[in-house]
């Protein structure tokens, strides 16, 4: 008998490409073009090396102060993990378990299936209408008995924003489960989730540093819920490990809070390029969902995504495709500085006029 019948084998779930060439445009896992917010590079300049010896808070108190001040929200509602990707893998642990399916758009973040597999969790991907949208109908637990429901809102990778009010239908036909509402583009776009957790003890809504904070490399993620929900948790996360939190992300990221001019303005920038790009897209005979995030999930009317893909690579400049069934022909677009965008637009004429 080989240990290998033991082993745990999974599909892992692949990211965006990471070139080390700095002079590749890169456009392929919506990170922001802009720094963090100047706070942190300050406190970044006052960090001690010699703290690095001590383990950090395991509570992360300080960052969860900043959150609390921020949002609103009583501490003790508050899970902070090692970006949302980590966040959410404890709450798949936490709530989720092998007696009932949990449910998920067949199009949307690829990481929630491979969680699924890891923990041996049941699931049913439910697909999306014609027009990339969720039927709420499909997730009501009267029409598909489930162990719990998670939704991207925006979803990603298409773009597309569902108002509160629709969240909070699934949540109603689903009080005996718990529903995950997955907001790591809200800041582009709509109203938040968070309001839910007030009114129902079954939400969790979970965000991230990466996207509008600017702070992928820190690795910081956070959840909002009811004191009993959050209490699991830390109560999983505990017995996971004590310090999931580095020193420099509890800082950084409490930092980075407290600069709120800075994260409003960074976020109105972003929006602003990215309505100018769907109007050029739209110029070049591209279609797209109406996104609500930092990217443009867009296909060409005519032109195979995997040539266009192909095409603006060799031009250094790198984008999101995916070779799966619906998508295949459609590129997710993270939005850069203008610069970036305008020398996109410009690859995107030639591309589609040599290629048409």
């Given at each position: 008998?080989?240990?290998?019948?033991?082993?745990?084998?999974?599909?892992p779930y692949v990211p965006g490409e990471?070139?080390?060439?700095r002079s590749i445009i890169k456009l392929?896992?919506?990170?922001?073009?802009?720094?963090?917010?100047?706070?942190?590079?300050?406190?970044?300049?006052?960090?001690?090396?010699?703290?690095?010896?001590?383990?950090?808070?395991?509570?992360?108190?300080?960052?969860?102060?900043?959150?609390?001040?921020?949002?609103?929200?009583?501490?003790?509602?508050?899970?902070?993990?090692?970006?949302?990707?980590?966040?959410?893998?404890?709450?798949?642990?936490?709530?989720?378990?092998?007696?009932?399916?949990?449910?998920?758009?067949?199009?949307?973040?690829?990481?929630?299936?491979?969680?699924?597999?890891?923990?041996?969790?049941?699931?049913?991907?439910?697909?999306?209408?014609?027009?990339?949208r969720i039927r709420i109908e499909d997730?009501?637990?009267?029409?598909?008995?489930?162990?719990?429901?998670?939704?991207?809102?925006?979803?990603?990778?298409?773009?597309?924003?569902?108002?509160?009010?629709?969240?909070?239908?699934?949540?109603?036909?689903?009080?005996?489960?718990?529903?995950?509402?997955?907001?790591?583009?809200?800041?582009?776009?709509?109203?938040?989730?968070?309001?839910?957790?007030?009114?129902?003890?079954?939400?969790?809504?979970?965000?991230?540093?990466?996207?509008?904070?600017?702070?992928?490399?820190?690795?910081?993620?956070?959840?909002?819920?009811?004191?009993?929900?959050?209490?699991?948790?830390?109560?999983?996360?505990?017995?996971?490990?004590?310090?999931?939190?580095?020193?420099?992300?509890?800082?950084?990221?409490?930092?980075?809070?407290?600069?709120?001019?800075?994260?409003?303005?960074?976020?109105?920038?972003?929006?602003?390029?990215?309505?100018?790009?769907?109007?050029?897209?739209?110029?070049?005979?591209?279609?797209?969902?109406?996104?609500?995030?930092?990217?443009?999930?867009?296909?060409?009317?005519?032109?195979?995504?995997?040539?266009?893909?192909?095409?603006?690579?060799?031009?250094?400049?790198?984008?999101?495709?995916?070779?799966?069934?619906?998508?295949?022909?459609?590129?997710?677009?993270?939005?850069?500085?203008?610069?970036?965008?305008?020398?996109?637009?410009?690859?995107?004429?030639?591309?589609?006029?040599?290629?048409?």
């Amino acid at each position: 008998m080989s240990y290998e019948e033991y082993v745990r084998k999974v599909v892992p779930y692949v990211p965006g490409e990471q070139p080390k060439d700095r002079s590749i445009i890169k456009l392929n896992t919506n990170e922001c073009p802009y720094p963090p917010a100047p706070g942190v590079k300050e406190i970044l300049s006052k960090t001690r090396y010699e703290d690095m010896r001590l383990y950090p808070d395991p509570e992360a108190q300080d960052l969860l102060d900043e959150l609390s001040d921020f949002y609103k929200m009583p501490s003790d509602r508050i899970f902070v993990g090692v970006g949302s990707d980590d966040v959410l893998a404890m709450a798949y642990l936490t709530f989720f378990n092998s007696d009932k399916p949990i449910l998920f758009p067949d199009i949307t973040y690829s990481f929630y299936d491979v969680w699924a597999e890891l923990y041996r969790i049941p699931y049913e991907q439910i697909p999306l209408d014609d027009d990339f949208r969720i039927r709420i109908e499909d997730y009501y637990s009267e029409n598909r008995p489930n162990g719990g429901v998670i939704i991207a809102n925006p979803n990603a990778p298409v773009g597309l924003y569902e108002p509160v009010s629709r969240i909070e239908e699934i949540v109603k036909h689903n009080r005996d489960s718990v529903v995950i509402i997955d907001e790591a583009y809200i800041d582009f776009g709509g109203e938040s989730a968070i309001s839910l957790t007030d009114k129902y003890d079954n939400v969790l809504v979970v965000q991230t540093f990466s996207k509008s904070r600017a702070m992928a490399g820190m690795r910081i993620g956070f959840a909002f819920g009811s004191k009993k929900l959050i209490k699991y948790m830390k109560d999983v996360k505990f017995s996971f490990n004590s310090y999931t939190m580095n020193r420099p992300s509890i800082e950084l990221g409490a930092a980075a809070l407290r600069d709120t001019d800075y994260f409003k303005d960074t976020c109105k920038k972003i929006i602003r390029t990215r309505e100018m790009v769907k109007e050029k897209l739209s110029e070049l005979d591209f279609v797209f969902p109406d996104s609500m995030t930092n990217f443009v999930f867009a296909k060409h009317k005519s032109i195979p995504g995997e040539a266009i893909f192909n095409a603006l690579k060799e031009r250094h400049i790198y984008v999101r495709h995916w070779n799966k069934d619906r998508i295949s022909d459609y590129l997710r677009i993270t939005i850069g500085t203008d610069e970036e965008m305008d020398k996109l637009i410009d690859a995107l004429s030639e591309i589609t006029k040599n290629l048409v």
